[in-house]
């Protein structure tokens, strides 16, 4: 190397990238292990009451069998409730750039619950209305086009999750639900910052959980008395295994690709940008949900370190979802 080249730097130039990359793979590192440990914090509390110390055959027998189940789609889907065909086609409506109030209107009001759900959504203290909302057509006015989506797709997603089971899985959906709305909305206000669509992000939270319910289900016919094991690298195994099941069903649904792919890759630092706004929403809700359970504090390092500022804005928001 030359002695212009050492003069500006040139000799420094190797040291310096292999630093760059040293310190992208400690933060890659830090963010690994603070996402496994909001992922063990979020089981231990998910499973409560619940968890015992399960002989390590029946945790094996329990992760085979979902990953025996998550290789054949058709069949998982089978056991949940599938999306109604009236949620899509109003998403469609929603997707036509001239479509008036009006005529949204008139497609809400032929659902009663529809109309439930929006005035409620409208009324709700994340929208904060400065007098109530009481007409369809005001509703709409407040939550604009995006949010009536969003409300769409979470009025359909509900059964989804909250569908009829036993044991554990039917302890553990409201919670899983809870996880759900919260992961979704997360997502969607993460995901402008990281050029991903909002409403994808927003339908990406939603259905991400859907495969863990499923993986709980097996989990029943293997635990006697709604009981869980609770083995913490079981728990964050079986949570991997229940986001791939997720992926899963949605293609067999055939969901986005981009929905599908970004399910799949959460947690990958090469993933899409949708899969990295889906897993910060999921790190957000369930840091939201132990909060108020008050299993960790406002300045634990898990929210400290584990979010930027804007981060824990979103968090913030988080509060207003109601249960």
Request: proline share 4%.
């Amino acid at each position: 190397m030359g002695f212009f080249s050492r003069l500006v730097g040139g000799s420094d130039g190797g040291a310096n990238q292999a630093a760059a990359a040293a310190s992208a793979q400690d933060q890659e590192r830090q963010a690994e292990r603070i996402s496994h440990d909001i992922d063990a914090a979020y089981y231990r509390w998910l499973t409560g009451s619940a968890k015992f110390n399960a002989p390590a055959e029946v945790e094996t027998a329990i992760l085979d069998s979902v990953r025996a189940l998550a290789a054949r789609p058709g069949d998982a889907a089978e056991l949940v409730p599938r999306v109604p065909e009236v949620i899509p086609q109003l998403l469609q409506s929603l997707a036509e750039d001239d479509v008036s109030t009006s005529e949204l209107s008139r497609l809400v009001m032929q659902d009663v619950v529809l109309v439930a759900e929006v005035i409620r959504e409208a009324n709700s203290a994340y929208y904060r209305p400065m007098t109530p909302v009481k007409t369809v057509e005001a509703a709409i006015m407040m939550l604009g086009q995006n949010g009536l989506r969003m409300l769409l797709a979470r009025v359909a997603f509900r059964p989804v999750i909250k569908m009829q089971a036993e044991g554990f899985s039917k302890r553990a959906a409201p919670h899983v639900w809870g996880q759900s709305e919260r992961c979704a909305l997360a997502a969607s206000l993460v995901a402008p910052g990281l050029t991903a669509g909002v409403f994808e992000a927003y339908l990406a939270g939603l259905m991400q959980n859907v495969g863990l319910i499923v993986a709980f289900r097996l989990a029943d016919r293997l635990c006697e008395n709604g009981s869980i094991p609770g083995s913490t690298d079981f728990g964050i195994e079986l949570l991997a295994c229940g986001r791939q099941m997720s992926a899963g069903i949605a293609r067999h649904w055939e969901f986005p690709q981009e929905v599908t792919d970004a399910i799949a890759q959460a947690g990958d630092p090469d993933g899409p940008h949708l899969a990295r706004a889906l897993s910060l929403g999921d790190r957000i809700a369930k840091l939201r949900l132990l909060l108020d359970a008050g299993v960790v504090a406002e300045d634990d390092a898990l929210v400290t370190e584990g979010l930027d500022s804007f981060q824990r804005r979103c968090l913030g928001k988080l509060s207003h979802v109601e249960g």
